[in-house]
């Protein structure tokens, strides 16, 4: 594939997070060519083609691994199904998206990662804030101020993740069809943990990935988690160089707003993001950084970010990934880092 050309996308699954948080933003980027979809929902395949002008549909994602020539594969399925599928498309050997969490358990990710090595494959996970303006311009203010010193050490890193309305209208373009379910094959259960221990780590690895891999992101150093408040609502980590770090995890919620923000505070200041809710269009979160070294008046600035969200710059990431011309905001490697920090968290919150 030459550097210019349009990249030619192969779809797998076309659900409500393949429609509203990947395809029809994929659909508006000029250098991308959606070239086919596998959608073992037949109806709602066919409908969707031809909404978006796909020229070719599959029920089969194997049928269309065969028949195609693409340059890379979104494949948005649900996550305890990434260990089936993805051993699949790494035998193809081309780049691969897939949505977070990396799979339902570390054994089904370290397989995961086996498979992409052993097939010279590479693979982006689908964390969407790590693309989102403004934490882009978060963590290289952060990484900045690290290497200054203007404001002192890097003390502390909050989350807070209040339950609240994720949505915002993104599902509105959906379309749904009267196909009968199908019956799907899913990754097997994890073998150290009993059936409620995994309904709990599913639930918090559904819920509450994105803050953990954005921790690591932000800290930019590996963490552990340290403590876990028999609420449910309180992780506590440290850093590699003893950075504490929390998620809260919602504390309260809302019926109507998505109220998710960072705090990254050194000793003299700080940088803080509010982030938009997930399926939220044309809007990119907001940056506030405090600078108060001393010696002059202390200063607030808030940047202007450009009119794009999360999603439609995680698919602009992931075209140049596919070319080679930026690595993948997160691999393989690191989203199996997220699934071991999430399971010593389930382990002091259960004892099991």
């Known amino acids: 594939m030459a550097g210019q050309d349009r990249v030619s996308i192969g779809f797998i699954g076309v659900g409500a997070m393949g429609q509203c948080a990947h395809l029809r933003n994929y659909a508006t980027l000029d250098d991308c060519r959606i070239v086919a979809v596998a959608e073992i929902k037949d109806k709602l395949g066919r409908l969707v083609a031809q909404r978006y002008g796909i020229p070719h549909v599959y029920k089969s994602h194997k049928e269309m691994l065969e028949k195609e020539e693409m340059d890379g594969i979104v494949c948005s399925q649900p996550f305890n199904r990434h260990g089936v599928l993805v051993k699949d498309i790494a035998k193809c050997g081309i780049p691969i998206f897939i949505e977070k969490p990396l799979a339902a358990s570390v054994e089904v990710g370290e397989q995961i990662v086996r498979a992409i090595n052993d097939n010279n494959c590479k693979l982006m996970v689908g964390y969407h804030k790590r693309s989102d303006p403004a934490i882009e311009y978060a963590k290289q203010e952060i990484e900045r101020l690290k290497g200054a010193g203007e404001l002192g050490n890097l003390r502390y890193v909050r989350v807070l993740m209040p339950a609240g309305d994720w949505i915002a209208g993104g599902f ?11 019956g799907l094959e899913f990754d097997p259960a994890p073998t150290d943990m009993d059936g409620k221990t995994f309904s709990v780590y599913i639930s918090f690895v559904n819920y509450y990935i994105h803050q953990v891999n954005l921790i690591r992101h932000l800290l ?14 309180l992780f506590v980590g440290r850093s590699k160089r003893g950075v504490p770090c929390t998620i809260e995890m919602s504390p309260y919620e809302t019926s109507v707003d ?9 000793a003299k200041g700080y940088v803080k993001i509010e982030l938009p809710a997930p399926l939220a269009h044309n809007r990119p979160g907001r940056v506030e950084i405090l600078k108060d070294p001393g010696g002059r008046t202390p200063e607030v600035t808030v940047p202007h970010l450009p009119w794009i969200h999360a999603m439609k710059k995680q698919a602009l990431n992931f075209l140049n990934f596919v070319r080679g011309t930026a690595p993948a905001p997160c691999d393989a490697e690191e989203a199996l880092e997220d699934l071991k920090v999430a399971r010593e968290y389930i382990r002091l919150l259960t004892g099991k």
């Open 220 to 233: 930019g150093e590996p963490y552990d988690v340290s403590h876990a408040d028999p609420s449910g609502i």
């Open 172 to 182: 509105d373009v959906l379309l749904s069809s009267d196909d009968t379910e199908p």
């Open 258 to 266: 998505w109220q998710e923000s960072v705090l990254v505070a050194f």
